[in-house]
């Protein structure tokens, strides 16, 4: 299976910072990756797929880079909406199993 | 505009088989070329997923989970249904079901395993 290591676990900034988070896989996966946003009780969200396209509607403070293994998430300037747990996800060719990183906290400083 | 909403029992025993179903509104299951999937999330975890099937019935599982898991489809219902057998505790989670475009998702079921 292709791991996806996620970094950092958690993080806390302030209103208006640039923050990141990475992910890297343990294979080549191209650039089938994906980002999500979750808040508490909801279902995941999708934010950027296929490794940097925004999804419609989704504000263009986030956004996304890399192909290979690795991959950057960007939230250009954290606002107190974007309080939530981030996930990547790899969905390489079938039948190679769906994969996700473990998450990124993101909290206000 | 496509919606997914899972049901089934909030509570199952350990041993037993988890079974929950997807219901697709909006939108034909058959009519599109998605996979459709299961996810799950343990309480103050991440997410996993569990397996996915097409409308055609084609299959593909969590090798972790292969062994017990069974995802199906009924097109005449607008459903997909996924079986989990002998189940433990550790199969608590809340579980998802979703189109594998990953851009709609259903709001998710919580599944505790207790006697």
């Known amino acids: 299976d292709i791991q996806m290591t996620q970094s950092p676990s958690s993080l806390s900034a302030s209103v208006g910072d640039r923050v990141t988070i990475t992910c890297q896989a343990s294979?080549?996966?191209?650039?089938?990756l994906n980002w999500y946003q979750q808040k508490p009780g909801k279902a995941p969200k999708l934010l950027i797929y296929d490794a940097s396209n925004l999804e419609t509607g989704v504000p263009s403070r986030f956004s996304g880079s890399g192909s290979g293994t690795d991959f950057t998430f960007t939230i250009s300037s954290l606002q107190p909406e974007d309080i939530a747990t981030y996930y990547c996800q790899q969905y390489d060719n079938l039948p190679q199993p769906i994969t996700f990183g473990g998450g990124t906290k993101v909290e206000i400083k | 505009q496509l919606q997914l909403q899972e049901s089934g029992p909030g509570l199952v025993k350990p041993s037993e088989t988890l079974s929950l179903t997807c219901t697709v509104s909006?939108?034909?299951?058959?009519?599109?070329?998605?996979?459709w999937g299961w996810i799950r999330q343990p309480p103050g975890k991440g997410l996993e997923w569990i397996g996915s099937?097409?409308?055609?019935?084609?299959?593909y599982y969590n090798p972790s989970l292969k062994s017990r898991v069974t995802i199906s489809v009924d097109t005449s219902k607008n459903q997909f249904s996924l079986k989990l057998s002998s189940v433990t505790a550790a199969d608590t989670a809340v579980y998802y079901c979703a189109r594998q475009s990953w851009d709609v998702w259903g709001q998710g079921t919580t599944v505790t395993v207790s006697s």
């Open positions: 909006g939108g034909s299951i058959s009519s599109s070329s998605y996979y």
């Open positions: 099937i097409y409308y055609s019935g084609s299959t």
């Open positions: 294979q080549d996966i191209s650039n089938y």
